[in-house]
C-alpha cells in the first residue's frame, strides 16, 4: 500500500550536482524518520543522511558539508542536494522511510528501488 519512489540520479563530472527527489503514496498517516542511503559497487549499503519529523538532521561524515537533506510534509516527499561530487559518491541512492498508515500502527520501514548516481569524468 505504500510506495516510495526516487529519482534524479544521473551522470555527472566530478564537482557537479545533483538533486534527488523521493515521494512517498498510498496509505499513509504519518512519517517519521526519513533518509537517504546508497550502496557503492562492492560496498555496504549505508546511511548517507536521515531527517527527523521535526526536521532534525545526521549525516555521515563523507558528505558533511557537501549534502542537505530536506523534506516537505505536505507532499510526503524527501530530498537530498548533493553538491561537489567525488567519484567516491558513485553509488546506487535509496530512500527510506519510517510510516504509519493508521494512528493505531507502529512506524514501519519502506524502501525506495533506488537511483544510480555515476560522478566520472
Known amino acids: 500500500q505504500v510506495h516510495l519512489v526516487e529519482s534524479g540520479g544521473g551522470l555527472v563530472q566530478p564537482g557537479g550536482s545533483l538533486r534527488l527527489s523521493c515521494a512517498a503514496s498510498?496509505?499513509?498517516?504519518?512519517?517519521?524518520?526519513m533518509g537517504w542511503y546508497r550502496q557503492a559497487p562492492g560496498k555496504q549499503r549505508e546511511l548517507v543522511a536521515a531527517?527527523?519529523?521535526?526536521?532534525?538532521?545526521i549525516y555521515t561524515d563523507s558528505v558533511k558539508g557537501r549534502f542537505t537533506i530536506s523534506r516537505d510534509n505536505a507532499k510526503n516527499a524527501v530530498y537530498l542536494q548533493m553538491n561537489s561530487l567525488k567519484p567516491e559518491d558513485t553509488a546506487v541512492y535509496y530512500c527510506?522511510?519510517?510510516?504509519?498508515?493508521?494512528?493505531?500502527?507502529?512506524?514501519?520501514?519502506?524502501w525506495g528501488k533506488g537511483t544510480l548516481v555515476t560522478v566520472s569524468s
Open positions: 531527517i527527523t519529523s521535526g526536521s532534525s538532521t
Open positions: 498510498g496509505r499513509i498517516f504519518s512519517i517519521n524518520a
Open positions: 527510506n522511510a519510517d510510516i504509519r498508515s493508521t494512528w493505531l500502527d507502529n512506524g514501519m520501514d519502506y
